[in-house]
């Protein structure tokens, strides 16, 4: 089993930014990607973006295209998501997932919440 660690998350004014980590550990075995979704109070999940193990191909939702950036450090087993020029409608709790051979795994979350 995978076990991921989000950290990073908190309250910033719209037109900031924040930082997001995510620290995986565990059995890991051909990972395919990891990634970001979101989901907002009262609202389904949604995809954020997304980086392959191999390869560093990224994958971004239209709406944090060119604000939003995604990383990984192979090494440290960890993911990361710079987020810049935060609006309000960014508000949700942020959850990181790695896809691997044996399914998807997901960690608990952390909160980011953009005042206006």
């Known amino acids: 089993q995978v076990h991921l660690v989000e950290s990073g998350g908190g309250l910033v004014q719209a037109g900031g930014s924040l930082g997001l980590s995510c620290a995986a550990s565990g059995r890991m075995f051909e990972v395919y990607s990891m990634g970001w979704f979101r989901q907002a109070l009262g609202k389904e999940r949604e995809f954020v973006a997304s980086i392959s193990w191999v390869g560093g191909h990224t994958f971004y939702a239209d709406s944090v295209k060119g604000r939003f950036t995604i990383s990984r450090d192979n090494a440290k087993n960890s993911l990361y998501l710079q987020m810049n020029s935060l609006k309000p409608e960014d508000t949700a709790v942020y959850y990181c997932?790695?896809?691997?051979?044996?399914?998807?795994?997901w960690g608990q979350g952390t909160q980011v919440t953009v005042s206006s």
């Open positions: 997932n790695l896809d691997q051979v044996s399914g998807r795994n």
